[in-house]
């Protein structure tokens, strides 16, 4: 069992910045990877980033190239989620979760299939 729980969600305004943190406990060992992922209202699920916890290899969805930085920090077993030059449109629920066990690589990174455990999201909401 893998339990994750996400904080540092808010209200921002257009243009700044927030860092979402993902605490992982239990059998994280046996996790590839962990992902990023969001929903916002009406829309369906979408990845955001992905970081391998051997090696730190990091994957992104193109949009969000440059203005979202994963990053982990392997001692505290925390993923990390630096969001800047925020706009309305990353108004969503973010949510953490660990890559199946065994699973590995690039291709699956995006695949919500891919992920067997979640955490309880954290809204993020951004004013214009």
């Known amino acids: 069992q893998v339990q994750l729980v996400e904080s540092g969600g808010g209200l921002v305004q257009a243009g700044g910045s927030l860092r979402l943190s993902c605490a992982a406990s239990g059998r994280t060992f046996s996790n590839n990877a962990m992902g990023w992922f969001r929903q916002a209202p009406g829309k369906e699920r979408e990845f955001v980033a992905a970081i391998r916890w051997s090696g730190g290899n990091t994957y992104y969805t193109d949009s969000l190239k440059g203005r979202f930085t994963i990053s982990r920090d392997d001692a505290k077993n925390t993923v990390y989620l630096q969001m800047n030059s925020l706009k309305p449109e990353d108004t969503a629920v973010y949510y953490c979760?660990?890559?199946?066990?065994?699973?590995?690589?690039?291709?699956?990174?995006?695949?919500?299939?891919?992920?067997?455990?979640w955490g309880q999201g954290t809204q993020v909401t951004v004013s214009s």
């Open positions: 979760a660990a890559l199946k066990r065994g699973y590995s690589g690039s291709y699956y990174y995006p695949r919500i299939s891919a992920y067997d455990y």
